[in-house]
Nanobody, 117 residues
Framework: QVQVVESGGGLVQPGGSLRLSCAASGSTFSIYTMGWFRQAPGKQREEVAIVNIVGNGGTNYADSVKGRFTVSRDIAKNTLYLHMNNLKPEDTAVYYC?????????WGQGTQVTVSS
């Protein structure tokens, strides 16, 4: 079993920055991708960034966040980070982390990010 827990959300002004964390625990050796998603009120959940944990470790970003958001990993801590810069009001959403193994995909509880002046 794998579990993930997000943290780091909050209120930030437009143009500001935040860093979200996603800590994985359990059978982390079985994870092959981890990702960040978000869901704004009244909208469907959308992909923000997906990281290949195995192989070359490459990351794919949604066009809406390219150049502003960056994903990094602390392998020793089994933690994935989402560095968000130049935040816009349209980035306001609940941000979720997930981890995929070959048998299941697990989701965190989400963390609220609000971008407002």
């Amino acid at each position: 079993q794998v579990q993930v827990v997000e943290s780091g959300g909050g209120l930030v002004q437009p143009g500001g920055s935040l860093r979200l964390s996603c800590a994985a625990s359990g059978s982390t050796f079985s994870i092959y991708t981890m990702g960040w998603f978000r869901q704004a009120p009244g909208k469907q959940r959308e992909e923000v960034a997906i990281v290949n944990i195995v192989g070359n470790g490459g990351t794919n970003y949604a066009d809406s966040v390219k150049g502003r958001f960056t994903v990094s990993r602390d392998i020793a801590k089994n933690t994935l980070y989402l560095h968000m810069n130049n935040l816009k009001p349209e980035d306001t959403a609940v941000y979720y982390c997930n981890a995929a193994t070959f048998s299941m995909t697990v989701w965190g509880q989400g963390t609220q990010v609000t971008v407002s002046s």
